[in-house]
């Protein structure tokens, strides 16, 4: 099989060049407008996040800031609550994207009972909600991948149609051991699965030339019998044509998919790295150019979908909703010690 | 009621629950067609179809990676792992996923899933087709290490494996497969998981084995019987969570323990029975207690002498426990 750096968009509604991108696609203004809200929303909860470490009251934190386009994009092509997520811990704006609230991810980062990922087990970083379809993951880099995977294996012992699973991961990722073997079995399978790699260029420290023995990881898709797919991570609407499209093939039985999205990692790793140790300050400061919500902020604005002072109105509305989630996640009481023994072993 | 083998009771498990139970299925390596290397499989992929009777290519994290995803969607995998010794492949997947995503989602998800492997020597299989790798999982919460040694159990605590809501490892020792011969009965039946089994009542000594060893034990303990040596033999069956009451008031009652397991000494489950003696039946005690196992070498020997230097069997068992009455 071919590797297609087209995204075709074939399978998508409307196809009239007329029209803004958008709409060729079949996306309304309100779900462009919502996206545009939602990536502003989790990228506020990022700062909040990196704000509250810094108090000692949030004690991990991942970034997701540069790769929500890419989460918002795929979110689109997901039926939450019916398509399974497999998320990494890179995925803070998929988890909203999907229908977590900001006070959700606050309770997760402040590691409170309420937090619905994990009962404030997991550290910050594993989303998690059995009513959204959003699968629980360990700290285990690509060892997720293998129960998208198992989903999809699921759905074609039960006979289900109509469904599919979606997994996301690193570039690093694809170095694993675990990662060959799900690409495998979903390959010799042709099961309904969809991979998207939210390639950064970065495992922490190491860049992709150090970890990644070929330039593109789509170019990987190949050795297990699927199309590997190219798009620009910052580019909400081309990662949905891609994502929509894979998700359409893997429902209607045509089998797997390898998206690697390509994007920038605006921030540190976490908030236990400094990124200005292996990124050059010239490369760090065109980081500013690569953010995805200015891209489509911009996209808003040029086709008339709000103006500069909605978008402020917009900005501030977020921040007091915000404001309000960390103050209630903060007010949550730490849970009763014995607590350390539930949900070992079901009834 | 029907005699079977150790390996036919597996199989009428595995082929009772599928009957009865949409939701289980087989997987692994050679397990459809061929019907398993040792043929424990043999028949379900006839009987149920290739996508309930799993033929998956040589990837163990992969077979039980996607069992897990599989009992996410709610269905009962069984997945197969050839052999005990090429289980550490998926060791990331059974302890940190498995046996972890009850607890690491507060209860929200949960892991029904049974991976079954043949493990122990006495087969010629060397240092790869002969290792006891119980110990690797006998200290993870959340998991449940099942281990039987009769026909009428293998079956039962199967089915019961197979219906628990939680990651059950159930290792079979692949001598046993074809060597026992038991009453199994016709019909889907359960031995509760985290019980043992007093399988011979004795006053002077206890032995807590289990696997191949229980049936050694046994041999043994009527060898010694002769002798006027009263021996209590308790059949593990669960090596985790332990049956903490029924091994303390085995030790209680007799005064005097030995463990026999074909695991290595250092690091195998006799520690840790040793040390809940210790802590818990100390005062009870007339002897120090006694750990007989495999020693500390990386698994037996493809030479034949070296093999059977390196297996307990009856005539080791019967010594030790001769060293003991006399302590």
């Given at each position: 099989?071919?590797?297609?750096?087209?995204?075709?968009?074939?399978?998508?509604?409307?196809?009239?060049?007329?029209?803004?991108?958008?709409?060729?696609?079949?996306?309304?203004?309100?779900?462009?407008?919502?996206?545009?809200?939602?990536?502003?929303?989790?990228?506020?909860?990022?700062?909040?996040?990196?704000?509250?470490?810094?108090?000692?009251?949030?004690?991990?934190?991942?970034?997701?800031?540069g790769h929500e386009a890419t989460q918002f994009g795929c979110a689109w092509a997901i039926r939450a609550g019916h398509d399974y997520s497999v998320p990494y811990y890179r995925d803070m704006a998929l988890a909203l994207a999907l229908g977590q609230t900001p006070l959700d991810l606050l309770l997760h980062g402040m590691g409170k009972p309420t937090d619905p990922a994990s009962?404030?087990?997991?550290?910050?970083?594993?989303?998690?909600?059995?009513?959204?379809?959003?699968?629980?993951?360990?700290?285990?880099?690509?060892?997720?991948?293998?129960?998208?995977?198992?989903?999809?294996?699921?759905?074609?012992?039960?006979?289900?149609?109509?469904?599919?699973?979606?997994?996301?991961?690193?570039?690093?990722?694809?170095?694993?051991?675990?990662?060959?073997?799900?690409?495998?079995?979903?390959?010799?399978?042709?099961?309904?699965?969809?991979?998207?790699?939210?390639?950064?260029?970065?495992?922490?420290?190491?860049?992709?030339?150090?970890?990644?023995?070929?330039?593109?990881?789509?170019?990987?898709?190949?050795?297990?019998?699927?199309?590997?797919?190219?798009?620009?991570?910052?580019?909400?609407?081309?990662?949905?044509?891609?994502?929509?499209?894979?998700?359409?093939?893997?429902?209607?039985?045509?089998?797997?998919?390898?998206?690697?999205?390509?994007?920038?990692?605006?921030?540190?790793?976490?908030?236990?790295?400094?990124?200005?140790?292996?990124?050059?300050?010239?490369?760090?400061?065109?980081?500013?150019?690569?953010?995805?919500?200015?891209?489509?902020?911009?996209?808003?604005?040029?086709?008339?979908?709000?103006?500069?002072?909605?978008?402020?109105?917009?900005?501030?509305?977020?921040?007091?909703?915000?404001?309000?989630?960390?103050?209630?996640?903060?007010?949550?009481?730490?849970?009763?010690?014995?607590?350390?023994?539930?949900?070992?072993?079901?009834? | 009621?029907?005699?079977?083998?150790?390996?036919?009771?597996?199989?009428?498990?595995?082929?009772?629950?599928?009957?009865?139970?949409?939701?289980?299925?087989?997987?692994?390596?050679?397990?459809?067609?061929?019907?398993?290397?040792?043929?424990?499989?043999?028949?379900?992929?006839?009987?149920?179809?290739?996508?309930?009777?799993?033929?998956?290519?040589?990837?163990?994290?992969?077979?039980?990676?996607?069992?897990?995803?599989?009992?996410?969607?709610?269905?009962?995998?069984?997945?197969?792992?050839?052999?005990?010794?090429?289980?550490?492949?998926?060791?990331?997947?059974?302890?940190?996923?498995?046996?972890?995503?009850?607890?690491?989602?507060?209860?929200?998800?949960?892991?029904?899933?049974?991976?079954?492997?043949?493990?122990?020597?006495?087969?010629?299989?060397?240092?790869?087709?002969?290792?006891?790798?119980?110990?690797?999982?006998?200290?993870?919460?959340?998991?449940?290490?099942?281990?039987?040694?009769?026909?009428?159990?293998?079956?039962?605590?199967?089915?019961?494996?197979?219906?628990?809501?939680?990651?059950?490892?159930?290792?079979?020792?692949?001598?046993?497969?074809?060597?026992?011969?038991?009453?199994?009965?016709?019909?889907?039946?359960?031995?509760?998981?985290?019980?043992?089994?007093?399988?011979?009542?004795?006053?002077?000594?206890?032995?807590?084995?289990?696997?191949?060893?229980?049936?050694?034990?046994?041999?043994?303990?009527?060898?010694?019987?002769?002798?006027?040596?009263?021996?209590?033999?308790?059949?593990?069956?669960?090596?985790?969570?332990?049956?903490?009451?029924?091994?303390?008031?085995?030790?209680?009652?007799?005064?005097?323990?030995?463990?026999?397991?074909?695991?290595?000494?250092?690091?195998?489950?006799?520690?840790?029975?040793?040390?809940?003696?210790?802590?818990?039946?100390?005062?009870?005690?007339?002897?120090?207690?006694?750990?007989?196992?495999?020693?500390?070498?990386?698994?037996?020997?493809?030479?034949?002498?070296?093999?059977?230097?390196?297996?307990?069997?009856?005539?080791?068992?019967?010594?030790?426990?001769?060293?003991?009455?006399?302590?």
């Open positions: 099989m071919s590797m297609q750096t087209d995204t075709s968009l074939a399978s998508l509604p409307i196809n009239d060049p007329a029209l803004p991108r958008h709409r060729q696609l079949g996306l309304s203004d309100e779900q462009v407008l919502a996206a545009l809200a939602g990536m502003q929303r989790v990228r506020n909860v990022d700062d909040r996040l990196w704000q509250l470490s810094r108090q000692g009251k949030a004690h991990f934190v991942i970034t997701s800031a009962g404030g087990r997991q550290m910050f970083g594993h989303f998690s909600s059995r009513a959204l379809r959003i699968v629980s993951g360990s700290s285990s880099v690509g060892s997720h991948i293998v129960h998208a995977v198992g989903l999809a294996l699921a759905f074609r012992i039960t006979g289900e149609q109509d469904i599919a699973a979606i997994t996301f991961f690193g570039e690093g990722a694809t170095s694993e051991g675990a990662w060959h073997e799900g690409m495998t079995i979903a390959g010799v399978q042709q099961l309904p699965v969809v991979f998207v790699c939210e390639n950064n260029g970065y495992a922490i420290s190491v860049p992709a030339h150090r970890e990644v023995p070929v330039r593109d990881v789509a170019t990987k898709a190949a050795g297990y019998g699927m199309p590997g797919v190219i798009v620009d991570g910052t580019d909400i609407f081309a990662v949905y044509a891609a994502a929509h499209t894979a998700m359409q093939r893997a429902r209607s039985g045509g089998g797997p998919t390898l998206i690697e999205c390509k994007l920038h990692r605006l921030r540190p790793h976490s908030n236990a790295d400094d990124h200005s140790k292996y990124r050059s300050p010239e490369e760090l400061a065109a980081l500013a150019q690569h953010d995805p919500i200015d891209k489509l902020r911009d996209y808003a604005i040029l086709h008339g979908l709000l103006d500069a002072v909605q978008w402020q109105v917009l900005q501030q509305q977020i921040k007091a909703e915000v404001d309000a989630a960390t103050l209630a996640a903060d007010q949550v009481p730490d849970p009763p010690l014995e607590s350390l023994y539930d949900h070992l072993y079901g009834a | 009621m029907p005699e079977l083998t150790f390996l036919e009771a597996i199989r009428s498990a595995l082929r009772d629950e599928m009957t009865a139970d949409q939701r289980v299925f087989v997987l692994g390596q050679d397990v459809g067609v061929k019907g398993g290397v040792f043929l424990v499989t043999d028949g379900l992929y006839q009987q149920f179809g290739e996508h309930r009777a799993i033929d998956m290519p040589i990837a163990e994290a992969g077979i039980v990676g996607a069992a897990i995803g599989a009992a996410l969607h709610g269905l009962r995998p069984v997945a197969e792992i050839q052999f005990a010794d090429y289980i550490q492949p998926a060791v990331d997947q059974i302890i940190n996923e498995a046996a972890k995503l009850r607890y690491r989602s507060a209860g929200d998800w949960s892991c029904p899933i049974v991976v079954r492997a043949p493990f122990g020597s006495g087969i010629h299989g060397a240092l790869y087709h002969s290792q006891s790798t119980e110990a690797l999982f006998t200290s993870t919460p959340g998991l449940k290490v099942v281990i039987p040694a009769t026909p009428y159990d293998a079956k039962g605590l199967l089915i019961a494996a197979i219906r628990d809501p939680d990651p059950v490892v159930f290792f079979e020792h692949k001598q046993l497969y074809r060597t026992i011969r038991g009453e199994v009965p016709d019909g889907r039946y359960t031995v509760p998981l985290g019980t043992a089994a007093v399988r011979r009542t004795g006053r002077q000594i206890s032995v807590f084995t289990y696997g191949l060893m229980l049936h050694h034990s046994l041999t043994a303990a009527e060898q010694v019987a002769q002798e006027g040596i009263d021996v209590e033999v308790v059949d593990l069956r669960t090596l985790y969570p332990l049956d903490r009451e029924t091994i303390l008031a085995s030790v209680r009652k007799t005064s005097k323990a030995l463990i026999v397991h074909e695991d290595n000494l250092t690091g195998g489950i006799g520690g840790e029975i040793s040390a809940l003696i210790g802590e818990y039946a100390f005062e009870y005690l007339d002897a120090p207690v006694r750990r007989l196992a495999s020693p500390d070498v990386p698994a037996t020997a493809f030479n034949e002498a070296l093999e059977a230097h390196f297996m307990l069997n009856p005539t080791k068992i019967a010594h030790a426990l001769r060293e003991l009455a006399a302590y």
